[in-house]
């Protein structure tokens, strides 16, 4: 059965927000984190898109990374290795052994799919820097604090935070560690 506004017009009815958004929100609101949260356009689904829809330089969009630290001795996927998460600026590419060298890390490698999901609750492309099920150790790509505002994902490949560099490094106490080479 449809309802009607006094207008006439149907009533619309208020849709659930997103569980990766819900969890994302309790966890900021938690941490006294500021900033609004964006649901972006379902297109946007790279760091120049997200910057265009944004308004912003593609090097305020805060990529999260989740890598795998393998178990020793061990290539296969899902081996069991640890997760680590670099936030990093759009503008940039993780080099890895650069980055695993500074991190004092035999290697990093991509995680996949189910590894993300499993460590973060989340999805890739929607990982944020907070609400994961365990704390998950995260690093900060400098080159973020070049920007007064920052956009990282809230828990959802459509959904994004204001934040800022400072506030960033406040709600996740990650360090800063260059990841280029």
Not at 47 to 52: D, F, N, T
Not at 60 to 73: R, T
Not at 88 to 115: E, I, N, W, Y
Not at 171 to 180: I, R, S
Request: hydrophobic share 40%.
């Amino acid at each position: 059965m449809s309802t009607q506004n006094s207008d006439g017009s149907p009533t619309r009815q208020p849709t659930e927000e997103h569980p990766g958004i819900a969890r994302f929100r309790a966890a900021h609101a938690e941490r006294g984190g500021t900033g609004e949260v964006v649901v972006l356009p379902e297109g946007v689904h790279t760091a120049a898109l997200a910057a265009e829809a944004l308004g912003c330089e593609v090097g305020a969009i805060a990529n999260s990374l989740l890598f795998e630290v393998p178990a020793e001795g061990d290539g296969q996927e899902d081996s069991g290795g640890r997760p680590v998460l670099v936030l990093t600026s759009g503008a940039h590419r993780v080099d890895v052994a650069a980055t695993a060298a500074r991190l004092g890390v035999p290697r990093l490698k991509r995680a996949s799919p189910a590894f993300v999901r499993a460590h973060t609750g989340q999805v890739i492309g929607g990982v944020s820097p907070l609400g994961h099920p365990a704390p998950v150790p995260t690093y900060l790509d400098p080159w973020l604090e070049r920007h007064p505002v920052v956009w990282a994902a809230a828990g959802h490949p459509a959904a994004v935070f204001s934040t800022t560099f400072a506030e960033l490094v406040a709600l996740t106490g990650a360090p800063v560690v260059d990841v280029e080479p």
